[in-house]
């Protein structure tokens, strides 16, 4: 038989290994049926594509007499995948058919499919997914079972839309599905998921066909081959990663590294200064909950700190979202070893997924989404927080839910999308609900803005919008209701966190640098402006700022620029507070944070983040500007935009974080030593006890493995009877004066007051000894405990420890 592809209307191409049995009743049923329909089929032809075969599979074909039955074959069996496309490339059909040698499909359903490729589609995929499909002999429902999840899979993989790309009955536009798969490089049953992922790319249109399906006995499918088609697509999602989209990833996770190079270089023994005790605290965070899923313990609650109140864990950040699935790390490695991790992958996940987004809605210059995506997720606020806020540099989320909104104003499937919408937001809370609801504030300011200068637009997209926010929310409530309810309600709950009658940023904050700037940075200055090094929530620079001004001058007339250009300057009113003063005057003026301050949730806000909300809007204004700046044809210009951009970015660039040496843990720790000291349901107190201003002794409980419980700590808890939030534990006086003691060396009067007191104290917190460690002003502190206790303690592996037992 020839192999040499002649042109006919009509080529149906048959995959064939060892299928002596079946392919004689198949080639009867496709040639009897074109013989009895040429003339609504035209010239024809059926090329079987043997792989192999080492039964009598060759010889059924080259017996038959009609020449238009030809013989492609394949030295040695290497798969589907090879049979079809040496098949299809010995074709010359202006429509080829595919169909498997059981034909679990009957030949006449190909009238529906041509039907469908006179509609306009290059290909028309035979599908028992669809409505009107008819299932007649039903697989085994494991093999079913399995077949479904595949499918969910490769929609999600690679070809979105398609409900059954395994159907073995699909009509190809004949030049296209040559292209198609010439092109291709898998030898197995994945052929059929990189055929259709060729057509996707291509933006060939396709369409789904419902047809009749009987399973067939001899199969020659195997459990293993679902296996293998995972691998494949695997391979295929591999193959369809940009080199410019990998490399910009490599790029984020490197400049991550850089940032966090001081800490990595030996998590254990390093820290951040500059995150004051929010180190010690995160690594206490995710230790404690690593503890939990490991004793299988509630994870929204520790009696291990605020002992004997404990600690509601859900009213405090500690990301459940990562502190649980990457449990497994911290008991195996440790919690300073996990929460580096955590932090560094985190940032440069957020920085991918931001590209991400500026790739798929905004610019496609890859160049250009890079530079925007770096500076939604490095930005100045993003690197003060870097130093101690996990959960406002970790994300990665927020861009995937403002894709998931994009969607449902376009219309498009807003049931599935509502859905996805809920699981995110589901996620997000439990990675942080403070970076949502500013998230919330950022996309209702562009969407206000977009409304007014779209009004088409906004009136094509409010009905989907709301419907799927009604289904998210549907979805969302559910998974986060218990939680929420334990978070406001449940155990050491509290209301709203205090931070003073203004949390703003200055004026002047907006247009400063920040202190990690690699050129222009400055610690006086930048900390003059902030609450501390871990808030200084603008610090974008006064370049940046000029070239924002000029971008959206030149880029007026684009409704995106304006809706952006209104978001950011949104976000930087409101980050100002409910009051601000002008600067180098006395003039103090009402802010727009003023509306909403007293407002639940908002309450307990620091306004100045807000203006982290500017970061990805100004990165997708430069973005913009990249991606037009080449199509100006003077040189000039387009040399004096790029310098203005590089001026822009240089003073934005941070230096790694800075660290130090870490205090060594006492051995009374470390050895285990406190453990006579310490029966069931007692506390340990370290002196004075942790709190917001010196949180170490949470690291040493860490280095005891948890073993203790303590009183006080760094945590956001209850105060009084109106269970107002606060920072630490609910002072006591023997807690408040032994700080004092700590923090000025001065010892007060200590008579029998002062020891009844203790005494009553020490009964609350269930104390079996008290500990100080070496640290300033520990003299003092030893004597005042002495007084207090009314003995001297005793000096056991690097402690002085007092033991509370009777008898002791």
Known sequence: MSTLARVVDLSVVIPAFNEEQRLGPTL????????????????????????GSTDGTRELVTAREDPRVQLVTSPRNRG???????????????????????????????????????????????????????????????????????????????????????????????????????????????IDVEVLWHFHRAEWQMTEVPVRWSHRPGSKIRSLDYVRVLADLTRLRARSLRPADVFAVALFLLMAVALYSGRLADPDHRYLPDSL???????????????????????????????????????????????????????????????SVVMTLGIAATAGAWYWLIVKHVVRRRSA???????????PPMVSHANAHPNFVILFMIPLIIDRALRLCAGARVVRNGIVLGLMAAYQVFLGEEPLLLATIGMALFAGAYSVVRRDVARQSWRPLLNGLAI??????????????????????????????????????????????????????????????T???????WPLVLVAFAIVVRLWEQALVKALAFTAVGAALLSLGPKFRIPMTDDVYPGPWALAAK??????????????????????????????????????????GLLGLCLALLPLIPAPLKTVHRPPTPAFFTDGAWKPYVREGESLVPVPLP???DAEALHWQQEAGLGFSVPGGYFNGPYGEDRIGIYGASPRYTSQMLRDVRYTGVIPRIGKNWQAQAKRDFAYWKAGALVVAPQPHDDALRKAVTELVGRDGKWVHGVWVWDLHKGS
């Open 28 to 51: 009867d049923a496709v040639t009897g049926y074109l013989r009895d329909n040429e003339g609504r089929w035209g010239e024809w032809e059926v090329v079987v594509a043997d792989d």
């Open 535 to 541: 808030e200084q929530n603008a610090f974008y620079g």
């Open 80 to 190: 589907k995948g090879n049979a079809l496309r040496i098949g299809v490339a010995a074709c010359g059909g202006r429509r080829v058919l595919v169909t498997d040698a059981d034909l679990a499909s009957p030949i006449e359903d190909l009238e529906q499919l041509d039907k469908a490729l006179s509609e306009g589609n290059t290909a028309a995929i035979g599908s028992r997914a669809i409505p009107g499909a008819t299932i007649e002999d039903r697989q085994h429902p494991l093999r079913e079972l399995l077949g479904r999840a595949g499918n969910l899979l490769i929609r999600r993989m690679a070809v979105p839309g398609i409900r059954d790309t395994q159907c073995g009955f699909k009509l190809f536009d004949g030049d296209r599905g040559r292209e198609a798969f010439a092109a291709s490089r898998l030898d197995g049953y994945g």
């Open 691 to 693: 709190d917001p201003g």
């Open 369 to 379: 989404a890079f530079v925007g995506a770096s500076l939604a997720a490095f930005a």
């Open 277 to 339: 005790q929010d180190q010690n605290q995160w690594e206490w965070f995710f230790a404690v909950t690593a503890d939990n899923v490991a004793h299988l313990r509630n994870p929204l609650f520790s009696g291990l700190q605020g002992f004997p109140d404990g600690v509601n864990l859900m009213a405090n950040t500690v990301m459940l979202g990562l502190s649980v699935p990457f449990a497994p790390l911290t008991l195996l490695a440790g919690p300073a070893v996990s929460l």
């Open 472 to 533: 998210a929310a549907a979805v969302c409530l559910p998974l986060v209701v218990w939680a929420l309810a334990w978070q406001f309600a449940g155990p050491q709950s509290y209301k709203s966190v205090l931070h003073g009658d203004n949390a703003g940023n200055s004026p002047l904050a907006l247009l400063s640098f920040a202190e990690r700037s690699l050129l222009a940075g400055n610690a006086e200055r930048a900390n003059s402006l902030s609450l501390n090094p």
């Open 599 to 640: 407002l639940p949730l908002f309450e307990s806000v620091i306004e100045g983040r807000i203006a982290m909300v500017c970061a990805p809007a100004l990165g997708m204004l430069l973005a913009l500007s990249l991606e037009r700046l080449p199509a100006n044809r003077n040189l000039g210009t387009q040399y004096i």
